[in-house]
């Protein structure tokens, strides 16, 4: 049975926010570039948004285990959780740019910038409580 969850001091908490905002601009800006090139050379901004949403979900993996939270759990585990919280963000963006571009009249360069945010923040608390959770108190990022 899955032990519960090992709480972190608000010090170690900043930190993995800061490195977390680190790898999400990085990619972020990058990904955003290439959307943006992709859709001016004539690509779909639905689908330039969905193939580069993937190409996102594998470069941030490692970024986000090894660098941001430092977790050493089981990799199946939190692959399966890591790739539900992407689904659940993709479908979220999904929505933002169906709402802002197709309903409401925004540009899409807007509504995609806009759904970077919204999903970004939403990755960070889902990674933090459910896809890098730590159960091992000597494990590297808990008190």
């Known amino acids: 049975m899955d032990e519960m969850p090992v709480p972190e001091s608000h010090g170690r908490s900043m930190k993995k926010l ?7 601009i990085a ?6 570039l290439l959307y943006l090139i992709i859709t001016r050379l004539g690509a779909a901004p639905k689908l330039a948004m969905t ?6 979900v594998v470069m941030g ?5 090894k660098y941001t ?9 939190t692959g399966w959780r890591y790739l539900m919280a992407h689904g659940i963000g993709y479908l979220i963006n999904l929505a933002i740019q169906i709402i802002m571009v197709d309903h409401l009249g925004y540009a899409h360069q807007l509504a995609q ?5 919204v ?17 091992d ?3 590297p990022g808990n008190s």
């Open 18 to 24: 800061l490195r977390f905002t680190a790898v999400g």
């Open 27 to 32: 990619s972020n800006v990058i990904g955003y």
């Open 137 to 139: 108190k000597a494990e």
């Open 69 to 77: 939270f430092a977790h050493q759990g089981e990799l199946m585990v």
């Open 61 to 65: 993996f490692v970024g986000n285990q």
């Open 51 to 56: 193939v580069l949403y993937g190409v996102g």
């Open 113 to 117: 910038a806009f759904g970077i945010c």
């Open 119 to 135: 999903v970004a923040v939403f990755l960070y608390v889902v990674f933090k409580y459910f896809v890098f959770v730590s159960t």
